[in-house]
């Protein structure tokens, strides 16, 4: 017991208390999306575009991937939580969740 309290006396703890089930699996879900890297690639070419808006139909090229796969992963970065989609004729404009993504930043900074 006394290595914890020394431990403890030196080190102030990262986070402010530990994550709830429900925040483990919410953040566990959005760092999932963002392991693969066609939906990390996606994700920064819909924040570099102006406003961090970008239309789907500018996403197929980049990535090398046909509109359905596109689509397919446009979806689960949707799911969790990182882009909004707004459908826009046969096309979906596609935009980041700033808020989404400066809590995700929270817990990588700690």
Sequence with gaps: ????????????????APLDDTEADELAAAFKALADPV???????IAAAPDGTACSCDLEE????SQPTV???LSLLA??????????GRWVNCTVVPERLAQLRAV???
């Design 62 to 65: 980049p990535v090398g991937k």
């Design 39 to 45: 939906r990390l690639r996606l994700l920064s070419l």
């Design 71 to 73: 689509s397919h992963h």
């Design 1 to 16: 017991m006394k290595t914890v309290a020394t431990i403890e006396a030196c080190c102030p703890p990262l986070l402010a």
């Design 79 to 88: 799911e969790a939580g990182l882009i909004t989609k707004e459908k826009v």
């Design 108 to 110: 990588l900074d700690t």
